[in-house]
């Protein structure tokens, strides 16, 4: 008989523990939480973050934001420039 072993889940992540591995403040995890990061809410209400959900969202934010950023700065020097 053979015995299939799944692995478990890693732990999610306290608030404080997402800061420190991305070396951010509670502002800018808040931020993202509102921006639509993924987040789990314990029965007490408090929140839990599963790291390679957050690391997948991050990488999802990070260029198209920063092109959209790019586009919005260009577009208000042209403004200004016109």
């Known amino acids: 008989m053979s015995v299939t072993t799944l692995p478990l889940p890693l732990p999610l992540l306290k608030q404080g523990q997402v800061e420190a591995h991305y070396g951010v403040s509670d502002w800018t995890v808040n931020s993202w939480v509102r921006k639509g990061c993924p987040v789990e809410y314990l029965p ?5 973050f599963d790291l390679d959900a957050v690391r997948a969202w991050v990488a999802e934010q990070s260029e198209p934001g920063r092109e959209q950023r790019r586009r ?11």
């Open 44 to 48: 007490n209400g408090h929140r839990r």
């Open 72 to 82: 919005q700065s260009e577009s208000a020097l042209a403004q200004r420039s016109a």
